[in-house]
């Protein structure tokens, strides 16, 4: 199962998100719920890196299948939208695939 992570702080401002495991809906390199939150993550942070003058760092290890993306704060409102819609793809995933991916915010 595939684990997201959406980290809040008090005013509910998305500081981070992490993306942790493997789907396992179907095979390596089949996996339709891998591949549609790959897609969304990796569009996500190209479209802030390109789009904004934010700053944000990423980690990622392909092997484990994890990725964190840490936003610095005061970021533009272009970013949250971006991060929005990530949440919304995400969340629309989870409702198809409940088995294979959950999605949880967490106060920090």
Known sequence: MIKVTIYQNSEGEITGVSIQGHAGYADNGSDIVCAAVSVL???????IEQFTEDRFSVDVDEKEGGLYLKM???Y???????????ILGLQGIEEEYM??????????
Not at 41 to 47: F, G, R, Y
């Open 99 to 108: 088995d294979y991916l959950d999605v949880i915010f967490e106060e920090v």
């Open 41 to 47: 993550t990796q569009n996500t942070v190209n479209s």
């Open 76 to 86: 533009s409102g272009r970013s949250k939208l971006l991060l929005d819609s990530l």
């Open 72 to 74: 610095k704060p005061g």
